[in-house]
């Protein structure tokens, strides 16, 4: 989850080894930045669940213990937040989306990420699935800190970094898009960084 940015993005120069790798607007941090709406959930891993609802013929629920017993990847991948910064080579581990939609069967084209705090963020299935996706629940070799989303988030990262919604808690697969939270405040549906897809309209 991420706080609005300003427009009128300049970005600054980018070293010629790393240039290619930062969108239009950005600029590389070295730290990792901590941008949230509203109050942190506290949410013990023993507590957590995650359940895969909407067009499918039953809902799947995951406890903490079975989703970690899911077969699991280290995935590197380089990060773009909405409001201009890129992080570089970053390093998780986590579920692909693959994996938990095995054996499922929809119809479904869109999916609503649901998350504790009433956070919602909408997106095409396609983008989740091809090995694109991951439910994360390590950064940088430790668990993933209560700040940055943990016990586990959403990792998107071909898209803006607030479409890798935070304290995930549910995905339903729906037939209509639906915008999520921060889209029915003014972010763009999409959010593809290298199009500046950042507010509705650009």
Excluded at 4 to 27: L, M, S, Y
Excluded at 94 to 106: P, R, Y
Aim: glycine share 10%.
């Amino acid at each position: 989850m991420e706080v609005p940015a300003t427009r009128g993005f300049t970005g600054r120069r980018q070293p010629a080894e790393t240039e290619a790798r930062v969108p239009p607007g950005q600029h590389v941090v070295a730290d990792f930045p901590v941008l949230t709406a509203g109050a942190t959930p506290r949410v013990l891993p023993e507590t957590w669940t995650l359940t895969l609802s909407g067009e499918i013929d039953e809902p799947v629920t995951w406890t903490w213990g079975e989703f970690l017993e899911l077969p699991d990847e280290d995935v590197t991948c380089d990060i773009h937040c909405v409001t201009s910064w890129s992080k570089l080579g970053t390093g998780w581990r986590g579920v692909a989306i693959d994996t938990l939609l095995e054996g499922v069967d929809t119809a479904a084209e869109y999916v609503l990420a649901h998350c504790d705090g009433g956070y919602t963020t909408n997106l095409p299935l396609e983008d989740l699935t091809d090995g694109r996706s991951w439910i994360v629940h390590e950064y940088e070799g430790s668990p993933l800190s209560t700040d940055h989303g943990g016990p586990a988030r959403l990792l998107v990262p071909h898209l803006y970094f607030w479409k890798s919604a935070k304290w995930i808690r549910g995905l339903q697969l729906i037939a209509e898009d639906q915008p999520g939270f921060w889209e029915s405040n003014g972010y763009h549906d999409y959010g593809d960084p290298w199009l500046e897809q950042r507010y509705q309209g650009d």
